[in-house]
């Protein structure tokens, strides 16, 4: 089982990037996906999650200008960032919590994708 994300890169102030996340390999079901993200010199930190289901849980600092949203028919998330600040700056990560064939959950990461916004 992999989680991989893509879509990262450079952008302004202001401005907007897609990052995407799926989850593949030999599994039964997918189930809560999240976004997390460590920037330079902090902890990882919570972005946002989706349900199964859609039910969606945002950071309070990503609220109004991020939306996570998804396609269950390909394990995919998708993270929508809006107005980027500089703040923003970081490594984006997706994890998924992946039932296998014998019915053992459990939670799988990506190798994350850079997100760099500056002027």
């Known amino acids: 089982v992999q989680v991989a994300e893509s879509g990262g890169g450079w952008v302004q102030p202001g401005e907007s990037l897609g990052l995407s996340c799926r989850a593949f390999g030999s599994l039964f079901s997918v189930h809560k996906m999240q976004w997390y993200r460590q920037a330079p010199g902090k902890e990882r930190a919570f972005v946002a999650s989706?349900?199964?289901?859609?039910?969606?849980v945002y950071a309070d600092s990503v609220r109004g200008r991020f939306t996570v949203s998804r396609d269950n028919a390909k394990n995919t998330i998708f993270l929508e960032m809006n107005m980027l600040k500089p703040e923003d700056t970081a490594v984006y990560y997706c994890?998924?919590?992946?039932?296998?064939?014998?019915?053992?959950?459990?939670?799988?990461w990506g190798k994350g994708t850079q997100v760099t916004v500056s002027p």
């Open positions: 989706i349900t199964e289901s859609g039910d969606r």
């Open positions: 994890t998924a919590e992946i039932l296998d064939w014998e019915l053992n959950r459990k939670d799988h």
